[in-house]
Nanobody
Framework: QVQLVESGGGLVQPGGSLRLSCAAS????????MRWYRQAPGKERELVAV????????TYADSVKGRFAISRDSAKKTSYLEMNSLKPDDTAIYYC????????????WGQGTQVTVSS
């Protein structure tokens, strides 16, 4: 069965750092674009970062550009989101998404992990 399991969330002070992990199983990881989204209470879901199936290209939302970095490890079948210089506005549930690079209907989501940035 397909699984995406996020981990690494928690409480961090403004200016701090956190690394989120998304462990994939049940599908061919190397064929999937990986994305990280976030959603804060009362707000729309926001695309945070994208990494292509090969890992050759990344894209970031303007709100996190220069602070966050998405990566993937083919051996571990895991995508990461490293978050630095965290701000209270980064507080949200962060979700991992995998979408087949060609067959877009193959589109999977993790359960989410809470990130809270507060002093």
């Amino acid at each position: 069965q397909v699984q995406l399991v996020e981990s690494g969330g928690g409480l961090v002070q403004p200016g701090g750092s956190l690394r989120l992990s998304c462990a994939a199983s049940g599908f061919t990881f190397s064929m999937y674009t990986m994305r990280w989204y976030r959603q804060a209470p009362g707000k729309e879901r926001e695309l945070v970062a994208v990494i292509t199936s090969t890992g050759g290209s990344t894209t970031y939302a303007d709100s996190v550009k220069g602070r966050f970095a998405i990566s993937r490890d083919s051996a571990k079948k895991t995508s990461y989101l490293e978050m630095n210089s965290l701000k209270p506005d980064d507080t949200a549930i962060y979700y991992c998404n995998a979408q087949h690079r060609t067959f877009k209907e193959y589109d999977y989501w993790g359960q989410g992990t809470q990130v809270t940035v507060s002093s």
